[in-house]
């Protein structure tokens, strides 16, 4: 999900405009969309503060950005569905109301599981096309070096 995804939550934020028009978003104008901290998705939702403070200033509410899990994924580039559901079941363990935090853990450890038999079939894979180029390199360049001689 991108910052689209989530206009509501900026909604009431002073630095929303700047902020939407930094990822090349028109401002908010007309009906926004449901924000997300009104529906299901808001047990999702944390602030959080700047790992790399520019001032010290930058420690205080005012510099605290709002963010989801769905951000976090997006922003590490998580693409692998089971690393993602994984993610999600550490972060919100005992959190969701579908279980407890043993449960989740659980669930996190089958999701990591499924993530690295996943793993290993997209390496197996580009092992496999990787010596597939190599062949066919190899034959052309035997065909090449028997047509020289």
Do not use: N
């Amino acid at each position: 999900m991108g910052i689209a995804d989530h206009a509501g939550i900026l909604a009431d934020h002073p630095l929303a405009d700047e902020w939407l028009e930094a990822m090349g978003m028109p401002p908010r104008e007309g009906v926004m969309p449901k924000p997300i901290h009104e529906h299901q998705g808001s047990k999702y939702i944390r602030v959080i503060r700047s790992a790399v403070p520019q001032s010290e200033h930058d420690y205080d509410s005012e510099s605290a950005i709002i963010v989801d899990v769905y951000c976090v994924l997006e922003a590490f580039g998580v693409t692998c569905p089971a690393r993602q559901h994984a993610i999600k079941k550490l972060l919100a363990a005992g959190l969701r109301e579908k279980g407890s935090q043993l449960d989740d853990l659980i669930g996190a450890e089958a999701a990591i599981s499924r993530a690295i038999e996943l793993q290993q079939v997209r390496e197996g894979l580009d092992a496999i096309e990787q010596e597939r180029v190599e062949q066919e390199a190899l034959r052309e360049f035997r065909s090449k070096q028997a047509k020289a001689e």
